[in-house]
């Protein structure tokens, strides 16, 4: 098995490739989507902030949040990702990984791969190519993977 997975994700959506190597095509085995991350910030949230009474006072103010819930849906989708291809290292689906996110959301892919998935990471590109066809995701890619 000399097979190569080109992941190209974004936080709503993720495209799983696969290929055989540097001069080979790229077939699209599968496509991954977190419909939630599109929706709007005010949509993913039900209600107001909280409120709370202040510690040394009458005064009242709104409770901020740490993470907003676009981000927070972000996170929960590079987890969903990175699961997802910890399953098929399991199933010894792939040899070899390259990643291919904007730079933030390939960041949280990063931090959610497990181990042996990220042992296998040949190649990553700071990019949101997942709206382009797979000749232009090709081109995109090292030489040498």
């Known amino acids: 098995m000399n097979r190569t997975w080109v992941v190209v994700a974004e936080s709503s959506r993720a495209r799983i490739f696969a290929t055989k190597g540097p001069r080979s095509a790229l077939n699209e085995i599968e496509g991954l989507t977190q419909p939630e991350a599109r929706l709007k910030e005010r949509d993913l949230v039900s209600d107001s902030h909280g409120r709370s009474f202040d510690s040394g006072g009458t005064g009242r103010h709104a409770m901020g949040r740490q993470v907003n819930q676009k981000h927070h849906e972000a996170m929960v ?43 296998r990471v040949a190649a990553t590109i700071n990019k949101n190519l997942v709206q382009h066809d797979a000749a232009d995701i090709h081109a995109h890619m090292p030489e040498r993977f």
Do not use: M, S, V
């Open 77 to 119: 989708f590079a987890k969903h990702i990175a699961d997802h291809l910890q399953e098929e290292y399991a199933r010894n689906t792939f040899a070899k990984l390259i990643l291919i996110a904007p730079p933030e959301f390939l960041g949280l892919l990063r931090k959610a791969l497990h181990a042996p998935c990220a042992n």
